[in-house]
């Protein structure tokens, strides 16, 4: 069983479009971070929510909004989306917010065209 | 399955020592294989490593791959306590997504 699953694993949109990506994971983890991965492969955290309430909200611009409904789902909502936002973007999750410990998704390839 | 290992999965040692992570790896179409430090926020990316053999360094640390025997090992020489880490291993598939496959880390701590 996949621990923290993404969906979709590849996305190709159009400029202006709004689009969702969902995360969930079955580990009964509290804390869940969205992150963006640039072409250099660094990993730069987005946001991060500790039972449903959001504790990170890095520098994102505010066409970024993330969603849980529950403490297993922290979905990624993206409005107006540009051609810069083309990126893998990984959900993770951990135990607590500490969390150094985290177990990530396989991402989610974005290219908007 | 895709499937990524390391091990150990936790390690304590002290400062001074050496240290050797290991990284192996079951992946369809391998593309890349990554290491990164995760300490707070955002884990740090480390090495990347496409070619069997050679070794990439950076300070202290070092990495090789093994396409055949497929693994990596990451080494650590001289450890600080600021090597204290969870040390993460992801293997890029090729392919349109380039999904990482990541394994679960080696927590390591290193006591002065």
């Known amino acids: 069983d996949t621990a923290v699953s993404q969906t979709p694993k590849y996305l190709v949109t159009q400029m202006g479009n709004d689009k969702s990506i969902k995360c969930e994971q079955n580990?009964?983890?509290?804390?869940m971070y969205w992150y963006k991965q640039d072409s250099k492969k660094f990993l730069k955290i987005m946001f991060s929510y500790n039972n449903k309430e959001l504790i990170i909200n890095e520098t994102v611009p505010n066409r970024f909004s993330p969603k849980s409904p529950d403490k297993a789902h922290l979905n990624l909502h993206i409005n107006s989306l540009e051609l810069g936002d083309s990126a893998v973007y990984f959900c993770a999750s951990s135990q607590d917010y500490r969390g150094r410990r985290a177990f990530f998704g396989q991402g989610t390839r974005l290219t908007v065209v | 399955e895709d499937k990524v290992v390391q091990s150990p999965l936790s390690l304590v040692v002290h400062e001074g020592d050496t240290v050797t992570l290991n990284c192996s790896y079951e992946?369809?179409?391998?593309?890349?294989l990554l290491w990164y430090k995760q300490e707070k926020k955002a884990p740090t990316f480390l090495f990347m490593l496409?070619?069997s053999g050679i070794e990439k360094k950076s300070g202290r640390l070092s990495s090789i791959l093994d396409k055949k025997e497929l693994f990596s090992i990451l080494n650590i020489t001289a450890t600080q306590t600021g090597d204290s880490a969870i040390y993460l291993c992801a293997v890029e598939e090729g392919g349109n997504n380039r999904k990482l496959i990541w394994g679960l880390g080696t927590s390591l701590a290193v006591n002065p």
């Open positions: 580990l009964g983890h509290d804390t």
């Open positions: 496409t070619s």
């Open positions: 992946v369809t179409n391998f593309r890349s």
